[in-house]
């Protein structure tokens, strides 16, 4: 069986191609003020910061008359209480925790299948099964060919080869140390008293058979005596040639060949007891070689092979999920994906937002979704996931992420792959003190004062500021509800 699955994000991404009406309302959705060109936002600015100036100069040189003149009037605000919520919106799609494609690895007839569409299925159940008669047979041979290589005779045997290659190594040593060893002083000597008794025994058997050179062939005693002749003879030679033999120092050649033979009965040896530990279940070195090692791998991989090609013949569920798909009848021929499983017990939400919110989207931020299926109910849950890097739709930079909802696809009564708008959450304030931004002035970097109206004079009083969004700004101490700020110079007469 083979399992392909498909994450949330790669399903989402096939449905890229139609999200220009998505692109659209995230670009209706931002404030208007976003939306603005920069240069007009930098004049405006520039136009807040030198009515601030004005307003701090004025102060300074007319501190009685700033509120009563009838040349100039202050626009005013009244500090309130209230919730404040920075948000970035976007568009995405409703997709399942996971999604996996499920399928057979070979081609084979559908002998069994147990499941329709919409069936909710349990992790590891089976689902589908193909003929496999074939296999069971090749799986039969194959377990057949490792028992005879595993039987009680074959590990006898391979008992029997560790003894005699020790015996083998045995001897190999035993040669080369003798030839290491140069000349053996009492071999030698113990073959040249063999030489010096062959040669006394000789002479006399010599003289007993000049006695009777003469006699007929045929009779008993001339055969007896020639017999103890020729035996004298040959035991002379061997005795002069264990004497040569211990006399003379070995060639480079002859050591080499020993020293050939010594290593060949080592490798030996231990291909022999790597083996018989294959079949003992000992430990067996991964780099061990022999022939017989290598067929006896094989035949276990054989094995293998054939149960993992009987195992592929049935279909079992990955996870717990939903069919979403099926493609098979039984009796056809099938090959391949035949179904799809989605696991519904979590809904994500695949979005989507313009790359001028990448600083207003983080892992762990809320979020709140509403879909077009159901435009009165809001979804709320938290964002899991962001892309490292923008992403390309129909020419956009976009920002990609996932977040998590706090409801299953099926508690939410919607089909997965529904469209909605989401909002994420990167700051909130609740019951807060609220201004208007243009109340603020900020006379260093991080610190901000507002010219609070005491008793009709504008007076400049320092403020901690919390979040604020393009029209208000939380007040976190310096201020109370109620009190009146200024927001700007409304006019200005001569």
Known sequence: MTS?????????????????AFLERIRTKRPRLSRLPKK????????VVVVGAGIMAYV???????????????????????????????????????????????????TGLYVKVGDQVDKDQLLAELDD????????????????????ATIATAQQNVVAAELVLYYAQVALNTLN???????????????????????????????????????????????????????????????NLYSAKPSQR??????????????????????????????????ATGTALLQLNQAKLDVQTAQDNLDATKLYAPFSGTVMTLNAQVGGTVSGTIMTLADLSQANIQFYMDETDWSNVKVGYDVEVTFDALPDQVFTGKVTQVM??????????????????????????????????????????????????????E????????????????????????????TFAEIKSGLNVGDVVTTGIVETQK
């Open 133 to 152: 008669s074939s296999l069971q047979i090749k799986l039969a041979q194959a377990r057949q060919t490792l028992l005879e290589l595993t039987s009680p």
């Open 4 to 20: 392909k699955f498909s994450s949330s994000s790669e399903k989402a991404r096939g449905l890229r191609a139609g999200f220009s």
């Open 181 to 243: 060893s140069g000349t053996n002083e009492a071999l030698l000597e113990n073959a040249q008293a063999t030489l010096t008794l062959a040669l006394r025994n000789e002479e006399k058997v010599q003289e007993a058979y000049d006695k009777i050179a003469g006699m007929s062939h045929d009779e008993s005693e001339w055969a007896d005596t020639y017999k103890r002749l020729y035996a004298a003879q040959q035991a002379t030679k061997t005795a002069r040639y264990y004497v």
């Open 388 to 441: 490292p890097g923008l992403i390309s739709i129909q020419g956009s930079s976009m920002v990609e992420g996932l977040a998590q909802l706090d409801a299953s696809v099926d508690q939410m009564g919607l089909p997965v792959g529904v469209s909605g708008a989401i909002d994420v959450i990167s700051a909130q304030a609740k019951n807060a003190i609220l201004v208007p931004v243009e109340a603020l002035h």
């Open 443 to 470: 006379l260093t970097a991080g610190q901000y004062a507002v010219f609070v109206m005491k008793d009709g004079t504008p007076t400049l009083t320092m403020v901690e500021v919390g979040i604020q969004d393009e």
């Open 60 to 110: 300074k040189l007319h501190p009685a008359q700033a509120s009563t003149s009838s040349g100039t009037t202050l626009q005013t605000a009244t500090a309130r209480q209230g919730d404040l919520t920075l948000l970035a919106s976007g568009v995405g799609t409703l997709v399942s925790v996971s999604e996996a494609s499920l399928g057979f690895s070979s081609a084979g007839e559908l």
């Open 254 to 287: 002859q050591i080499d060949a020993a020293k050939a033979d010594l290593a060949l009965a080592e490798a030996t040896l231990e291909e022999d007891k790597t083996y018989l530990a294959a079949l003992t279940g000992g430990d067996v070195p991964e780099d």
């Open 40 to 47: 007009f936002l930098w004049i405006g600015l520039a136009a």
